[in-house]
């Protein structure tokens, strides 16, 4: 059973960063794809960050995805954090068509 569990969520004011965790259980954690997501109150979960180093238009520059494959972690270094950044944020491990989904972590930009 795979598991996938994101950390680091929490309040920041504007302009802070902050840096989330992914690990995912396993060892073919280099094998995986792994992307961040983000859904935010009444919206749909859009893609943040992919494992193409593709980033969404409104977090380029500020975000970054890093996966460390002898942690099994992938991280998102998100910098000069905005309030339409709060979120919550989704790790998703995917291989071979399977995908695995975190449970989400929370995260709050607010003065």
């Known amino acids: 059973q795979v598991q996938v569990v994101e950390s680091g969520g929490g309040l920041v004011q504007p302009g802070e960063s902050l840096r989330l965790s992914c690990t995912v259980s396993?060892?073919?954690?280099?094998?995986?794809?792994m992307d961040w997501y983000r859904q935010a109150p009444g919206k749909e979960r859009e893609l943040v960050a992919g494992s193409n180093a593709n980033y969404a238009d409104s977090v380029k520059g500020r975000f970054a995805i890093i996966k460390a494959n002898a942690k099994n972690t992938v991280y998102l270094q998100m910098n000069n954090l905005k309030p339409e950044d709060t979120a919550v944020y989704y790790c998703?491990?995917?291989?071979?068509?399977?995908?695995?989904w975190g449970q989400g972590t929370q995260v709050t930009v607010s003065s």
């Open positions: 998703l491990a995917h291989t071979s068509g399977i995908l695995y």
């Open positions: 396993g060892n073919i954690f280099s094998s995986y794809g």
